[in-house]
C-alpha cells in the first residue's frame, strides 16, 4: 500500500531552525506536499514539490529527493506561531495519502 | 477561512442513525474531496469528485457511506447506521484545475461524535 512515515514529535526554540523528514512509498507517487494543522483548526496548504529540488516559500521550505524516497520541511526562524502539525502529504494517483503528522512545539 | 464552509460544524447523534454533513467548496473549484480526521492521525482520504462526477472511492469507504456533488457545486456525505467508530472529523476540501497535485483548500471540517 501507500503510506508515508514521519516523526511524531519535534522541539526547538524561537529562532531556530528545524526540519522535519517525510519518506515514502514510491508506487504510483507523483509529489509531496506539505500542510500545517493548528489545533482545531483545518489542514493549511505550505508547499509542494514534484521535482527533485528545494522550493523555498519565505520561512518555509521543502525538499524532494526521488532516489531515496524522501523529503523534507524546513521551517527557519521559529516563531511561537509555528506551533503545529506538519504532515507531509503524497499524491497517489487521484488522491492524497497524508502522514501521521508531526507535532512541532517552539519554545520561548 | 479558506472559502470552504462545512455544515454542521458539530453532530452529536446515537449508535444506529443517519447523519448527513454538507460542503460548499470555492465557487470555481472543480474538484472536491472527502476526508477523514482523528486524533493524532493525519487525514484519511475518503472519496473525490471532479464536477459532478465520483471518481474514486477509499476502499476504507464502507457501503454505509456515500457521496454526492449532484450539481458540480456543494457536496454531501451521508453515514446510514452511524457505529462508535465513525465518530471522527470529517474534512472537506478543493482544488482548481486538471491536475490532482492542486493545492487543496480545506473547510473547518465537521465533528462528529457517536454515542
Known amino acids: 500500500g501507500q503510506s508515508l512515515e514521519q516523526p511524531s514529535e519535534v522541539t526547538a526554540v524561537e529562532g531556530a531552525i528545524v526540519q522535519i523528514n517525510c519518506t515514502y512509498q514510491?508506487?504510483?507517487?507523483?509529489?509531496l506536499s506539505w500542510y500545517q494543522q493548528h489545533d482545531g483548526g483545518a489542514p493549511t496548504f505550505l508547499s509542494y514539490?514534484?521535482?527533485?529540488g528545494l522550493e523555498e516559500t519565505g520561512r518555509f521550505s521543502s525538499f524532494l529527493s526521488r532516489s531515496d524516497s524522501y523529503g523534507y520541511l524546513l521551517l527557519q526562524e521559529l516563531q511561537m506561531k509555528d506551533s503545529a502539525s506538519y504532515f507531509c502529504?503524497?499524491?497517489?494517483?487521484?488522491?492524497?495519502?497524508f502522514g501521521p503528522g508531526t507535532r512541532l512545539s517552539v519554545l520561548p | 477561512d479558506t472559502g470552504v464552509s462545512q455544515d454542521p460544524r458539530h453532530k452529536i447523534t446515537k449508535r444506529g442513525q443517519n447523519v448527513t454533513f454538507r460542503c460548499d467548496p470555492i465557487?470555481?473549484?472543480?474538484?472536491l474531496y472527502w476526508y477523514r480526521q482523528t486524533l493524532g492521525q493525519g487525514p484519511e482520504f475518503l472519496t473525490y469528485?471532479?464536477?459532478?462526477?465520483?471518481?474514486?472511492k477509499s476502499r476504507l469507504l464502507s457501503d454505509r457511506f456515500s457521496a454526492e456533488r449532484p450539481k458540480g457545486s456543494f457536496s454531501t456525505l451521508e453515514i446510514q447506521r452511524t457505529e462508535q467508530g465513525d465518530s471522527a472529523m470529517y474534512l472537506c476540501?478543493?482544488?482548481?484545475?486538471?491536475?490532482?497535485?492542486?493545492?487543496?483548500?480545506f473547510g473547518p471540517g465537521t465533528r462528529l461524535l457517536v454515542l
Open positions: 476540501a478543493s482544488s482548481l484545475g486538471a491536475a490532482v497535485q492542486e493545492t487543496q483548500y
Open positions: 502529504a503524497g499524491c497517489y494517483g487521484q488522491n492524497f495519502v
Open positions: 514510491t508506487s504510483g507517487f507523483y509529489g
Open positions: 514539490n514534484a521535482l527533485d
Open positions: 465557487s470555481e473549484h472543480n474538484r
Open positions: 469528485f471532479q464536477n459532478e462526477a465520483q471518481l474514486e
